[in-house]
């Protein structure tokens, strides 16, 4: 009797050992007691750390973290694009801010079309007539003016001071350097003050952007939409072609939201609601996988992929059709998200062979690297989170950069669908609720992202990466909740990525078998074949049991934890 006791006893730990899900992964990233910012550079996370101990609060390290990444990463930290935030307050109250760039006044649905209809090549992706009217500058007076504890002159002091000192240049700032240099050049007219042949090592003051960044110290929005530096940008983008007049930028506002929330089993996922499709995209996927024990089938495994990509297929169809701006377009939420609906939907998912997207031929729409947004996360000692995605879409946006004012602008117009059925520079094709109008925002796939566990929060996580964005996010969760992994396991393990059109399946270059990708081939599922670009680059933080909190900074970039 004793011993069946014993046994009974031990098989119970045993069972509880085995099944717990709660057991946390042991961290392998930096690791916290109070607070901690992750952004894709040193100086960056640095600055933003440098503000949470000075006894700013997590919004007052966004505004720091999001000026000095466009002095140290302005191949998408900006001044002339825009972003999306998502926060959660040490309280539990959750919200979402809007600065993503809009079309100007005078844009028309057919702008970048020529007289036979058809898209004029490059004109919504390179130069002054691929600028939307930037956001950034906004969005951080509005998180400033609603949440920040510091003044804007603490808080913006060391980012200008950066600028002023200068940065060093990595090994691979300086590959992007050499990578973009001819488009930069040949779009600026064959010279610019842009220090695009600087090696690594060099260390690189910026005095002209150093000026601009004063001026939104001392006065705030007006020190960006009005004024010197509005007539000297307005001016700049016009003489180039462009479409921005200064009464574009006067008028422009960031806008708060209501976060997109869902529950997946015991998670409760809070994501960017539209002009972004990242929450609601988010939440399709991850609706249409929970009735799936998807941890027994193992990380990256072949049911894995086949269960991830048919939700995505089916997520992101929907994303490109029904998906748009909500100031402008009625979004038919409560049916996309609602169970009835996600269920009807993967009724055709069979583990037996891959769903074909559509008759439309794959290999005629490239799939670009795009790394070129950026994201970071940052939880302060008080436990507020802020999940912040910003982007000048592609790198170094536009390629036109103003030499008297020290910063590059967006090339976020190409985000709009500039024709039905035409795919953009991500592959990814639109419809009419993404067409183009005055003052609309562009359809995003940002997806600056929080997770709850238990009721407090677990995880703040988002990536670059354009339309692969949005599976990255959801793999870097999957991999932390269904295969717990650490944190920074969950965001080094390889990615793969589908879309619905281009009707393929992408993986990264290391960490896929031909085995699996043959099984898969053999199942009806086209492989990229070609060239495997990384995918996303993601920073994330998550709080451990005891609250302390593990930093995920990309292996892939220069992206680095700092916190205290
Ligand atoms: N520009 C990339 C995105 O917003 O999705």
Not at 328 to 345: A, M, N
């Amino acid at each position: 009797m004793k011993s069946y006791t014993k046994l009974l006893s031990i098989g119970f730990t045993l069972l509880l050992f085995v099944g717990c899900k709660t057991l946390p992964a042991t961290p392998t990233g930096l690791v916290t007691e109070k607070a901690m910012v992750v952004s894709a550079r040193e100086e960056a996370s640095s600055i933003g750390s440098e503000i949470l101990k000075k006894g700013g609060n997590a919004f007052d390290a966004m505004v720091a973290t999001e000026m000095a990444l466009v002095v140290a990463y302005p191949f998408a930290g900006n001044l002339g694009g825009g972003g999306f935030m998502v926060y959660r307050k040490a309280d539990g109250t959750t919200g979402a801010l809007d600065y993503r760039e809009k079309a100007p006044l005078s844009a028309t649905k057919d702008m970048y079309l020529d007289s036979l209809g058809n898209v004029i090549p490059n004109m919504s992706t390179v130069g002054a007539t691929a600028v939307g009217v930037p956001g950034t500058v906004a969005g951080m007076i509005a998180v400033h003016e609603k949440f920040g504890k510091l003044s804007l002159k603490e808080i913006l002091s060391p980012v200008i001071a950066l600028a002023q000192d200068g940065i060093v240049v990595t090994e691979k700032q300086a590959e992007r350097f050499k990578a973009y240099r001819d488009e930069i050049l040949a779009v600026n007219g064959g010279a610019t003050t842009f220090p695009i042949d600087a090696e690594p090592g060099d260390i690189l003051k910026y005095s002209v952007l150093a000026k601009t960044l004063q001026r939104i110290s001392d006065k705030g929005r007006d020190g960006f939409y009005k004024g010197e530096t509005a007539k000297i940008l307005s001016a700049f983008i016009q003489q180039n072609g462009g479409f921005v007049t200064e009464k574009d930028l006067e008028k422009y506002q960031a806008k708060w939201r209501t976060p997109v929330a869902f529950a997946y089993k015991d998670l409760r996922i809070i994501s960017m609601s539209p002009p972004s499709s990242g929450g609601i995209t988010l939440n399709q996927i991850f609706r249409m996988m929970e009735p799936y024990k998807v941890s027994k089938y193992g990380h990256n495994s072949e049911k894995e992929i086949q269960l991830f990509t048919e939700a995505a297929r089916r997520a992101y169809a929907d994303r490109n059709y029904y998906l748009g701006d909500p100031d402008f377009v009625t979004i038919p939420k409560e049916v996309l998200l609602s169970d009835v609906y996600l269920k009807k939907r993967m009724e055709s998912f069979s583990f037996k062979k891959a769903t074909k997207s559509s008759a439309i031929q794959e290999g005629n729409v490239q799939m670009a690297e795009s790394m070129e947004t950026t994201h970071y996360s940052i939880v302060d000692n008080e436990g507020n989170a802020v999940s912040v995605t910003t982007t000048l879409n592609g790198a170094y946006g536009s390629k036109l950069y103003s030499d008297e004012l020290g910063f590059f602008l967006n090339n976020e117009m190409d985000d709009f669908s500039a024709k039905a059925g035409v795919p953009n520079m991500f592959g990814l094709i639109g419809a009419e609720a993404n067409s183009i109008a005055p003052e609309k925002r562009m359809l995003s796939s940002m997806t600056p992202t929080l997770v709850e566990k238990d009721g407090k929060l677990w995880m703040v996580v988002g990536t670059p990466g354009g339309s692969t964005i949005i599976t990255a996010v959801a793999q870097t969760i999957l991999n932390a909740y269904e295969f717990d992994m650490s944190m920074q396991k969950a965001v080094d393990a390889p990615r793969f990525h589908h879309q619905w059109l281009p009707d393929v399946v992408m993986f990264e270059p290391l960490g896929f078998s031909d085995k699996l990708k043959d099984d898969l081939k053999s199942k009806g599922y086209n492989i990229n074949e070609d060239r495997t670009p990384i995918i996303g680059k993601v920073n994330a933080i998550r709080v451990l049991p005891n609250g302390h909190l593990e930093g995920g900074a990309d292996r892939r970039g220069d992206d680095t934890a700092v916190g205290f």
